[in-house]
């Protein structure tokens, strides 16, 4: 019962809960994410210009050039491939430092800490 009085046992349980929801999340998007890259159907994610009336030829030349060149489907799903691929590490990371914590915490509840009374020690004779 002592162990659950022990804060690393709870922080520990909590980092393994997160990171498995991480390491589940970034798996199965990552998944996802690969077989849409090998299929080559890629969904268009990029709204036509033409649908916004503020703005004309000459505004989307020059404020758009940047976003527009790296903004095809392929480099997108890459991205965001390349995201869940950092969440799953994340949560495997966030899995192993959970597992430490509740490890230590198990390990100190079972261990007492051996503190010695100053007042408790018999006084030298002198």
């Known amino acids: 019962m002592t162990a659950l009085r022990n804060p690393w046992l709870p922080v520990g349980l ?5 990171g498995f929801g991480n390491w589940f999340t970034g798996h199965d998007k990552s998944v996802e ?5 090998a299929n080559g159907n890629l969904p268009s994610s990029v709204e036509n210009v033409e649908d916004f009336p503020e703005l004309d030829g000459r505004t989307n030349a020059t404020l758009l050039a940047s976003l527009q060149r790296g903004s095809d489907e392929y480099t997108i ?3 965001k491939l ?15 430092v959970g597992l430490f914590c509740a490890a230590a915490g198990i390990i100190r509840s079972w261990y007492p800490q051996r503190r010695v009374d100053r007042d408790a020690t ?5």
């Open 33 to 37: 994410y690969e077989r849409l890259l």
């Open 77 to 79: 799903a890459n991205a």
């Open 14 to 18: 909590f980092l393994v809960i997160l």
């Open 82 to 96: 390349d995201f869940y691929k950092v969440v799953q590490s994340g949560g495997r990371l966030f899995i192993l």
């Open 122 to 126: 018999p006084a030298r004779a002198r």
